[in-house]
């Protein structure tokens, strides 16, 4: 009798078993029947550069995981054939909304240009390049050295000052994207990316005057304030200016007035009964 309960206990547990694995397999099978599904995504059939315009052999439809699709990224190639780039893309890489610019937006160099921006370039040399170290996402200050005319100078000393600070470099010659080796390389036109009114100074600085870039930090967003500097400040800087000597007046000494007292003399003169007093001075 025992024996009997106990074998009807092993079978019971075995199908019990059974059906709990079968679950399992059946719930892991269709997990992994989602995670298979396929979807077509847009992505580059070669590697793109920046500012190239997206055409029909620039781009082919690759499969994607359903459940891993990238946010922003496009199923059909008429959504972005006709627009440019505004950063490079590898081969077989998904194209994504923020790496296309804007319909009719144009090609090159107008597709980094954000609305209300301006793209303005100044002659470079390898002095003003920062010894070829600027590069296109490279951030500046722009130094201005002019004469300026001055009344209270008999010559117009040179000065120079910051006229902006925190400004981008789109393009370094006709280069929108750095050199991947970091190697320098001089440039004859830098093109910075401006405000119209900042646009404005820099065009008027370079005429009347030698612009200089100081190269900075992108990650310091900090503008200090700073003020013009001439040569004459410069040479004294740091030192205590000479005092004019003091002119002495010698003052003539009051005439010395001798006030001498007058001294007078009694005499007196008695004979008999008769007296008499004379003075003498």
């Given at each position: 009798m025992n024996s009997k309960r106990i074998a009807l206990a092993v079978f019971l547990s075995l199908v019990i078993a059974i059906v709990v694995t079968y679950g399992f397999y059946v719930r892991l099978r269709s997990q992994q029947a989602k995670g298979s599904a396929m979807v077509k995504v847009v992505a580059a059939a070669k590697s793109l550069q920046a500012?190239?315009?997206?055409?029909?052999?620039?781009?082919?439809?690759?499969?994607w995981p359903a459940n891993m699709v990238p946010a922003g990224g496009f199923t059909k190639q008429e959504d972005v054939i006709g627009r440019s780039l505004i950063y490079p893309i590898?081969?077989?890489?998904?194209i994504l909304e923020r790496d296309v610019a804007t319909a009719g937006s144009g090609i090159g160099?107008?597709?980094?240009?954000?609305e209300g921006m301006r793209a303005v370039s100044v002659r470079s040399n390898d002095v003003v390049g920062v010894a070829g170290f600027l590069y296109p996402g490279s951030h500046v200050d722009v130094l201005v050295t002019s004469k300026m005319d001055s009344q209270k100078e008999a010559a117009a000393s040179p000065r120079t000052q910051t006229i902006l600070a925190n400004v981008e470099v789109l393009t370094a010659g006709q280069k929108i994207e750095p050199d991947p080796t970091g190697k320098p390389e001089t440039v004859n036109v830098v093109t910075l990316l401006l405000k119209p009114e900042d646009g404005e100074k820099l065009v008027l600085a370079s005429s009347q005057g030698?612009?200089?870039?100081?190269?900075r930090n992108g990650a310091d967003k900090l503008t200090p304030d700073t003020k013009s500097v001439n040569m004459v400040e410069l040479m004294n800087k740091g030192i205590a200016p000479i005092e004019a000597p003091k002119k002495v007046v010698a003052k003539a000494a009051?005439?010395?007035?001798?006030?001498?007292?007058?001294v007078s003399y009694e005499v007196e003169t008695i004979s008999g009964s008769k007296r008499s007093v004379d003075k003498f001075e």
């Open positions: 500012g190239s315009p997206i055409g029909n052999d620039s781009v082919v439809l690759i499969d590898s081969e077989h890489q998904p160099l107008t597709v980094k240009i954000p030698s612009i200089q870039f100081v190269l009051a005439p010395h007035v001798v006030v001498k007292q007058a």
